[in-house]
């Protein structure tokens, strides 16, 4: 059984609109969250993390982490067709050292 | 700028072959990582090291070798290849210090005939 669960599977939002992603850690030993994106074809490149209870927002990305739940959520505003890529969540008991990884959203961005 | 290399980039071998997939990184870093990729399983860890001569075993090790050789390179052996270690194969690194995440070097597709 997958310890990161991630939904939805795919999602297709309009140009410039909100794109919502979600990530669930199974293992209630995690502490640290972060996300990647991939771009078809090319490998994963880390997007943002987030270790602390509550939100951070860098530029059109915004994520938030609920740490009794072991929830993360990724939201996009303004979404581009550049924006379209496979996110994928991942989470570790330390600082990055062993993560596992959720099997990704599959966002599309339609112009 | 900091970059994992990874070799060859593409490789076919058939049923029961020997395969040795290199990566290399001039990071600095402490710790890398060997993950394959594949439909409806994301990344799976398959082994990794915390530096030279070190190895520990990840969430699917089976039928897999790795070895590290120095602080920069980190192998990948597969020495009875089975059509099931078909995949997209990445190496990582990371520091093993502060709060940075692993960067991924660009991927071996291995296709096992």
């Known amino acids: 059984q997958q310890k990161v669960q991630q939904s939805p599977e795919s999602l297709i939002v309009p140009e410039g609109g909100m794109a919502s992603l979600n990530c669930t850690s199974s293992?209630?030993?995690?502490?640290y969250f972060w996300w990647y994106r991939q771009h078809s074809g090319k490998s994963p490149k880390m997007l943002m993390?987030?270790?602390?209870?509550g939100e951070k927002e860098e530029g059109r990305f915004t994520v938030h982490l609920n740490k009794a739940s072991l929830h993360t959520s990724l939201h996009i505003r303004d979404s581009q067709p550049s924006d379209s890529a496979l996110y994928l969540c991942?989470?570790?008991?330390?600082?990055?050292?062993?993560?596992?990884f959720g099997t990704g959203t599959s966002l599309l961005v339609d112009p | 700028e900091a970059a994992v290399t990874q070799s060859p980039r593409n490789k076919v071998t058939v049923t029961g072959g020997n395969v040795t997939l290199s990566c290399r990184q001039t990071?600095?870093?402490?710790?890398m990582y060997w993950y394959r990729q594949d439909t409806g399983h994301g990344l799976r860890l398959i082994h990794y090291?915390?530096?030279?001569?070190?190895?520990q075993i990840g969430d699917v090790p089976d039928g897999y070798k790795a070895t590290r050789t120095t602080q920069e390179d980190f192998f990948l052996l597969l020495e009875l290849a089975s059509p099931s270690q078909t995949s997209l194969y990445f190496c990582?690194?990371?520091?093993?210090?502060?709060?940075?995440?692993?960067?991924f070097g660009e991927g071996t597709r291995l296709s096992v005939l």
């Open positions: 991942a989470a570790s008991k330390d600082m990055g050292y062993k993560l596992t």
């Open positions: 293992d209630r030993n995690v502490d």
């Open positions: 993390s987030i270790f602390s209870n």
């Open positions: 990071n600095s870093h402490n710790y």
């Open positions: 090291s915390y530096g030279a001569g070190n190895l």
């Open positions: 990582a690194s990371a520091p093993g210090a502060g709060n940075q995440a692993p960067l």
